[in-house]
């Protein structure tokens, strides 16, 4: 397997984004076309990874069903995926995060055994609608992350990546998708191993 994407998480005493490095360099795997805008950042401090995601959309979908989940999986939203391992071997963990606040997380094993009923224990997520587009930030506690085996000698398997909805002719949705490395698969899907970079967690 080639090596894969590497985004440096700084540390950060005053939980400065302005210190985090910015991951700006996200594509439309499936889609010929120039992707809007995301920017994402992410730093630690002793107790937490703290990541923040700040995307342009002009043309928010948000789905009103009832069921939490489906309202998630149905709307614009930022996702984050962590492995214990490139292979997905072991497990690994989403979270889908909408404009709202709203999360659908899980545990799952490849290929897309997904097991909903799980969540992740410490997780704080808050969605804000901002002109032309929204943000989601979030935190998880670094002993989580440790404890899953994800985190481990300051280095993380992480995918990032966007769902990004628009509204078309007939009330129908078109679903596009945005990821931070290309996974190269003939259609769209972020559940494989050719998905995922690495986050350097940096003293």
């Not at 894969?4 to 700006?24: C, D, F, G, I, Q």
């Not at 309202?71 to 997905?88: K, M, N, W, Y």
Request: charged content about 30%.
């Amino acid at each position: 397997m080639s090596d894969p994407a590497v985004y440096h998480v700084a540390r950060s005493r005053e939980k400065n984004w302005e210190a985090a490095e910015e991951l700006t360099a996200f594509t439309f795997p499936w889609t010929d076309a120039e992707p809007p805008a995301t920017r994402f950042r992410a730093f630690w401090t002793d107790d937490c990874l703290h990541f923040r995601f700040v995307v342009d959309d002009p043309d928010l979908v948000l789905d009103e069903s009832p069921d939490p989940s489906q309202a998630v999986l149905g709307s614009d939203r930022a996702e984050l995926f962590f492995a214990t391992d490139r292979e997905l071997s072991g497990h690994y963990y989403g979270l889908e995060m909408d404009p709202r606040g709203g999360v659908y997380e899980y545990r799952a094993r490849h290929y897309r055994e997904i097991d909903d009923s799980w969540t992740m224990p410490g997780l704080v997520v808050e969605g804000r609608r901002r002109e032309g587009g929204y943000e989601v930030v979030g935190e998880i506690p670094l002993d989580v992350l440790r404890d899953l085996d994800c985190l481990r000698n300051g280095r993380m398997v992480t995918g990032v990546y966007r769902a990004e909805f628009s509204h078309a002719a007939g009330g129908r949705v078109d679903e596009d998708w945005i990821a931070w490395v290309d996974p190269r698969t003939e259609s769209p899907d972020f559940h494989v191993a050719s998905s995922f970079g690495c986050f350097v967690f940096e003293s």
